[in-house]
């Protein structure tokens, strides 16, 4: 018979990966940092790094004081099957591939929905491109937590998902640099490499929208969003903040939907606005 899992057995036995690491990243963004200072290679903003890393600081403190909320979740769902994956070395592996998986569906909805994206944005809106960069998480982007729950409905352990789901994250890092150029051609045939992402951050026009992958590529090579690297991306959004305040580039377009909702007299079309495309909320705004 399955042994339920309680909360206290997932705290106890999931390390805190990122909280770990978090130190280690600054370190190196620091470092980049001086060096795209001494190179003259204007890679970084001061006022943009500090927003990147205020809003990654908030981030990490955010995380520590809801995971019993985001672990919950994943372990009810996971108690509530009556089969469950063993955990080997090799389900550990297919959990992670598995969670890619939902991560670039998560992903894609998170620039293709105007509900998800607001949990998204924070992450784009930097007209640089650096380590700093993948600080940017926004504070309401646990609300993906729903795309990962099929992990814990196909039967893998807790502790494994959220091992692999802080690796997967973790992974991210090294991906936010100009500094790596383009990598042998079997690695970027399968992972997502520093060439592939900044193209997923680029706001050139045959960027837009691809390269969702996480860790790896291959599904945006099966659903057609691959795009290779073929001209310096142009980074930020087209409706591009100008401003540094933390607070406004998290939540600005959560702003814009709920403006759009009390504008439209329909509810039903109100709700709708939440799932249509975020170009659905600037039909009728000037960009200045």
Same mark, same amino acid.
């Given at each position: 018979m399955k042994q339920k899992i309680s909360l206290d057995d997932v705290l106890s036995n999931a390390p805190d990966l990122i909280l770990y690491a978090a130190p280690i990243m600054i370190g190196l963004a620091l470092l980049e940092f001086y060096f795209s200072w001494k190179q003259k290679k204007e890679l970084y903003e001061k006022k943009d790094f500090l927003a990147s890393l205020s809003i990654g600081l908030v981030s990490?403190?955010?995380? #520590?004081?809801?995971?019993?909320?985001?672990?919950?979740?994943?372990?009810?769902?996971?108690?509530?099957?009556?089969?469950?994956i063993p955990v080997t070395w090799w389900t550990t592996i297919l959990c992670f591939v598995a969670l890619? +998986?939902? %991560?670039?569906?998560? $992903? %894609?909805?998170?620039?293709?929905?105007?509900?998800?994206?607001?949990?998204? *944005?924070?992450?784009?809106?930097?007209?640089?491109?650096? #380590?700093?960069?993948?600080? %940017?998480?926004s504070w309401t982007q646990q609300i993906k937590v729903v795309f990962f729950l099929p992990i814990s409905l196909m039967g893998f352990h807790p502790v494994v998902f959220f091992i692999c789901h802080q690796i997967a994250v973790l992974y991210q890092f090294w991906i936010h640099t100009e500094y790596i150029r383009k990598?042998?051609?079997?690695?970027?045939?399968?992972?997502?490499?520093?060439?592939? $992402? %900044?193209?997923?951050?680029?706001?050139?026009?045959?960027?837009?929208?691809?390269?969702y992958g996480s860790t790896f590529i291959i599904w945006d090579r099966m659903f057609g969003? +691959?795009?290779?690297?073929?001209?310096?991306?142009?980074?930020?959004?087209?409706?591009?903040?100008?401003?540094?305040?933390?607070?406004?580039? *998290?939540?600005?377009?959560?702003?814009?939907? +709920?403006?759009?909702?009390?504008?439209?007299?329909?509810?039903?079309?109100?709700?709708?606005?939440?799932?249509?495309?975020?170009?659905? #909320?600037?039909?009728?705004?000037?960009?200045?």
């Open positions: 990490v403190f955010q995380n #520590l004081l809801i995971k019993s909320i985001l672990f919950g979740s994943v372990i009810w769902f996971y108690n509530i099957v009556p089969w469950s890619d +998986f939902f %991560r670039y569906w998560a $992903h %894609r909805f998170g620039h293709e929905t105007s509900l998800f994206w607001a949990t998204h *944005v924070t992450h784009h809106n930097s007209e640089k491109y650096n #380590l700093s960069t993948s600080f %940017r998480l990598l042998p051609k079997w690695i970027s045939y399968i992972f997502v490499t520093p060439s592939h $992402h %900044r193209v997923h951050h680029g706001k050139n026009a045959h960027y837009l929208d691809k390269n969003t +691959f795009q290779p690297e073929d001209e310096q991306a142009i980074y930020g959004i087209l409706d591009q903040p100008k401003h540094y305040n933390p607070v406004k580039l *998290v939540f600005h377009v959560w702003g814009d939907i +709920f403006r759009k909702m009390g504008k439209t007299k329909n509810p039903i079309k109100a709700v709708k606005l939440l799932f249509q495309p975020p170009d659905a #909320l600037y039909k009728d705004k000037k960009v200045e």
